[in-house]
């Protein structure tokens, strides 16, 4: 097998730590925010805060990963809910941080219209539904 390259080995590392993030973010079931996720990753060889919010910003332009505005955290696509994947629908409970994406091709369609009626160029739109989820609220 041939040697790599010096930047073919920067790449592999690079896509490595790529890996490492989204599984970070695919094994928990909350969001999470860019010091949590360093947290779980030591080991990982990732130990820079800039590191991963690059990886984060890599991962968001692939539609791999959400950012929560909200609480500045970060979510694995569920990607079994929307094609379009720069744009989501959450709804985040307050009490336990239990988040769900879901995808309304209706809401969408309604923003879609607003966007071009303004001429507006849309490129992600991520909403966010604050409140109880239905365990925290006893009628799970
Ligand atoms: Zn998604
Ligand atoms: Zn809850």
Known sequence: MAKLSASQSRSRKSADKREAVLRVLHQSDRP???YQILARLRGDSIKAPTTVYRLLEQLIGEGEIHRIE???SFVACDKSCHSDRKKAVFSICEECGK???FADD???AILLRQAQMLNFELHSTTLEMRGRCASCAGKA
């Open 32 to 34: 999470l925010t860019a």
């Open 70 to 72: 909200s609480i500045n």
């Open 99 to 101: 988040t769900c994406e």
């Open 106 to 108: 209706q809401i969408l």
